[in-house]
């Protein structure tokens, strides 16, 4: 069965800083897809960034990356030049064939000013 | 585009009452998703449409629990004799499922139940 997993339960940057949250999973899938999704206190999720694990680079988005490791199963977020509205919590998603999601426990980012 | 919504957004019930939930999707969607979300856990998959049809339902989804989406268009998801197991974010997601890469699933603000 796929897992996710993000042993990071809180983190904390500082504004304009950059900060990376971590994310493994498990699958015996070649092909798959992985996203990271927001959730900020009382708002609904909205997706961050995707990667399609047949593309060898890393997808950006703005001041969002991820470092895709296939090999690793790790799928990272950096999140540059961080900003008071990025205060949110994260998760790390899995999809096989683009159907349903699984999510990891989620991380917890708070951004200081 | 309005987005996805769902009603009610919040619903206290007592123990061993029925609940209905709805969803509304964003147009044009045909996939539709229902996922449940614990405090301080990432939302677990709970069953999707395509069009009218329930593709797929997880283990999660016990016997109390139906949902359906009739015309292919909105969707209720339908809890008996409530349990306080059962309070929970409830989510629904819908998406275009057109099955490309590129297909994404957008979230409505859920129905949080609180069973007491």
């Known amino acids: 069965a796929q897992t996710v997993t993000q042993s990071q339960p809180e983190m904390s940057v500082q504004e304009a800083e950059t900060v990376t949250l971590s994310c493994t999973y498990d699958?015996?899938?070649?092909?798959?897809?992985l996203f990271w999704y927001k959730q900020p206190p009382s708002r609904q999720m909205i997706l961050v960034i995707r990667?399609?694990?047949?593309?060898?680079q890393n997808a950006t988005e703005n001041r969002f990356s991820v470092n895709f490791q296939k090999a690793a199963k790790s799928f990272s977020l950096k999140i540059s030049d961080s900003q008071l509205g990025d205060a949110a919590m994260y998760f790390c998603?899995?999809?096989?064939?683009?159907?349903?999601?699984?999510f990891g426990t989620g991380t917890r980012l708070q951004v200081f000013p | 585009d309005t987005g996805v919504s769902q009603d009610p957004r919040h619903k206290i019930t007592k123990r061993g009452q029925n609940v209905t939930f709805r969803c509304d999707p964003i147009?044009?969607?045909?996939?539709l998703y229902w996922y449940r979300q614990t405090l301080g856990q990432g939302p677990e998959f709970l069953t999707y449409?395509?069009?009218?049809?329930?593709?797929?339902k997880s283990r999660l989804l016990s016997d109390r629990f139906s949902a359906e989406r009739p015309k292919g268009s909105f969707s209720t998801l339908e809890i008996q004799r409530t349990e306080q197991g059962d309070s929970a974010m409830y989510l629904c997601?819908?998406?275009?499922?057109?099955?490309?890469?590129?297909?994404?699933?957008?979230f409505g603000p859920g129905t949080r139940l609180t069973v007491l």
């Open positions: 997601a819908s998406s275009l499922g057109a099955g490309a890469p590129t297909d994404t699933q957008y």
């Open positions: 699958t015996s899938e070649s092909d798959y897809y």
């Open positions: 990667q399609e694990a047949y593309k060898q």
């Open positions: 998603a899995y999809s096989f064939n683009t159907d349903k999601l699984i």
């Open positions: 147009s044009e969607h045909n996939r």
């Open positions: 449409f395509q069009n009218e049809a329930q593709l797929e």
